[in-house]
């Protein structure tokens, strides 16, 4: 049994611990929030015994041994790196940093203080990852990789309606390819590693983040395009294409359907059953790494971590787009 601690009361956090309570080895025992009011009504909801609202007595506490951290993305890289050098593994919620100097001092901090540290990318540590990275060889020299998230924010309509909520501020890191781009980057850094070329294009919102994007990323013998948004909707299906076949995956933030479509017509279904809660294969990985003594996670390394924060940072750069934390 792991004694976790969160930072963040958010609707992702309420997942998370739903989640992780079903391994039957998350102990919950601790909550930081910045206001008294959102500690002490998250410890009732979910009967915490330790509320915190200041973060250095959060993290010389010695009631937890882990932390899941779920705050405004720019926020990341203090609460972690301040947990990390009191000794705390940390599990960050995606995307880890706002930028690769951030994502830098985090691994750092986790090597030097010898704790577990995991970017809290789910989709790449379920069942129906692990099939498409064990019949990749099936689909013969790879191509292209493509993969789209475009999905309208319901905070959109508020946005247009001159309320800029979190999800569209640039002081906290938000915007669409920090959102939902990374969950078609990260997959593409485990499967394929770091391209040797980005293009990137965007458009900017008035309040200062991307509302949707695209990328084209060249390696040697193939390339991947990559569509994101919040402010339109896609429908389509992430393919892997090779020369003998095509594996076509229904969502690249959640696959739970995965084929492979011959050039003969033939169809093999490689589809896994998973658990409804999918945030439950992350805390599984992350309490195996404390229980092994083991650092990193093969697969949510910080090796492809650093990759995914790596093709973020280019292609914001060539879209424009900065956040205060760059000017840090």
Not at 71 to 91: F, Q, T
Request: net charge negative.
């Amino acid at each position: 049994m792991i004694r976790f601690a969160i930072i963040g009361t958010n609707w992702i956090t309420e997942e998370f611990i739903h989640a992780a309570r079903e391994t039957g080895e998350f102990d919950l025992t601790a909550v930081y929030s910045r206001t008294e009011e959102k500690a002490a009504e998250f410890a009732q909801k979910f009967e915490i015994s330790h509320r915190y609202t200041d973060l250095d007595a959060f993290v010389q506490s010695k009631e937890f041994d882990a932390v899941y951290i779920a705050s405004p993305n720019s926020l990341h890289a203090e609460y972690a790196i301040h947990c990390m050098n009191h000794g705390k593994h940390v599990i960050c919620e995606k995307p880890a940093a706002s930028n690769t100097a951030e994502l830098t001092a985090m691994v750092e901090a986790a090597r030097s203080n010898q704790v577990v540290f995991m970017e809290a990318l789910k989709s790449t540590l379920m069942p129906n990852f692990k099939v498409i990275q064990d019949n990749l060889h099936k689909l013969g020299k790879v191509r292209r990789y493509f993969a789209s998230y475009c999905q309208y924010s319901s905070r959109y309509d508020a946005y247009k309606q001159g309320t800029v909520l979190n999800a569209f501020n640039p002081i906290f890191s938000n915007g669409s390819i920090m959102d939902l781009g990374i969950y078609c980057i990260y997959p593409l850094a485990v499967l394929f590693g770091a391209p040797d070329r980005i293009k990137a294009n965007g458009v900017l919102l008035e309040s200062g983040v991307d509302g949707e994007g695209s990328l084209l990323l060249g390696y040697k013998e193939m390339d991947a395009v990559i569509m994101h948004s919040k402010i339109s909707s896609s429908y389509l299906p992430t393919e892997i294409q090779g020369e003998n076949a095509t594996m076509v995956i229904d969502k690249i933030n959640q696959p739970e359907k995965v084929e492979i479509r011959y050039r003969d017509g033939s169809v093999e279904v490689l589809t896994q059953e998973q658990h409804a809660r999918t945030m439950r294969y992350e805390a599984e990985e992350f309490i195996r790494l404390i229980h092994n003594g083991t650092l990193e996670s093969e697969t949510n390394s910080h090796a492809n971590s650093l990759i995914t924060v790596g093709i973020l940072d280019e292609a914001r750069k060539q879209m424009g787009l900065v956040f205060p934390a760059d000017q840090k």
